[in-house]
């Protein structure tokens, strides 16, 4: 599976929009990009994937770039809440795995 | 409905001890993954099952047994453990083992080895 790499941590300021980055620049045809977040303690949550398309759904928005060498996910509004850990994840379309690397802490404040 | 519910949240353990891991997902998912996390870390995968067959093992010590009795059910047995390998187990599921399903998450059971 492709490797991504991902800011180590993220400031943004409540009701504001949190852009992620993730580099996956040796993506293959093949592999689709996940994120998951996972807040202090609790299991990760599946947020959103996506293939090549641009993907939306009522937690975050995905954009993936034409080349799929890099991709962002948008918190269109953030809230304490969203304070936790986020990772990108690139999966094989024909593979069990999900691995994850080292993710971005993102930190909301007031 | 996407739960994946993991019995228990806390374990303690010495290192003698025989204990169990229990995972359960009524969601008719097919796929059955075992992940350890230490603190600050990201998860790790240890097992996968798919289609109630272990299709995966990352190099896991055999002190870590899972076993998966039918499509719902997975469990992790733990015999003679070591104090590292305290940390959260976190077992998920998805449809199949196709990269396209999504992978769901239980809260995870804390373990400490003492």
């Keep these: 599976d492709a490797k991504t790499t991902q800011p180590t941590s993220m400031d943004c300021a409540e009701g504001r929009?949190?852009?992620?980055?993730?580099n996956h620049s040796t993506i293959s045809?093949?592999?689709?990009?996940?994120?998951?977040?996972?807040?202090?303690s609790q299991g990760p949550q599946y947020i959103i994937h996506g293939l090549k398309n641009n993907e939306t759904n009522e937690m975050a928005s995905l954009i993936i770039t034409e080349d799929r060498k890099s991709s962002t996910l948008i918190l269109p509004h953030a809230t304490l809440r969203d304070?936790?850990?986020?990772?990108?994840?690139?999966?094989?379309?024909?593979?069990?795995?999900?691995?994850?690397?080292?993710?971005?802490?993102l930190q909301v404040f007031p | 409905d996407t739960e994946v519910t993991q019995t228990p949240?806390?374990?303690v353990m010495g290192m003698t001890n025989k204990k169990s891991l229990k995972c359960e997902q009524h969601m008719g998912?097919?796929?059955?993954?075992?992940?350890?996390q230490k603190a600050k870390k990201p998860p790790e995968l240890m097992f996968v099952y798919s289609y109630e067959?272990?299709?995966?093992?990352e190099s896991v010590p055999s002190r870590f047994s899972p076993e998966c009795p039918n499509s719902s059910l997975l469990n992790l047995h733990l015999h003679a453990l070591q104090p590292e390998d305290s940390a959260l187990y976190l077992c998920a599921s998805s449809l199949s083992g196709y990269g396209g399903n999504t992978i769901y998450f239980g809260e995870g059971s804390w373990l400490t080895v003492v």
């Design chain 1, 17 to 22: 929009a949190a852009n992620l980055p993730c």
């Design chain 1, 29 to 40: 045809g093949n592999e689709y990009v996940y994120w998951y977040r996972q807040i202090h």
């Design chain 1, 83 to 105: 304070t936790a850990v986020y990772y990108c994840i690139v999966r094989n379309l024909n593979t069990d795995k999900l691995i994850f690397g080292t993710g971005t802490r």
């Design chain 2, 9 to 11: 949240k806390h374990l």
């Design chain 2, 29 to 36: 998912h097919r796929a059955m993954y075992w992940y350890k």
């Design chain 2, 53 to 57: 067959k272990l299709s995966i093992n």
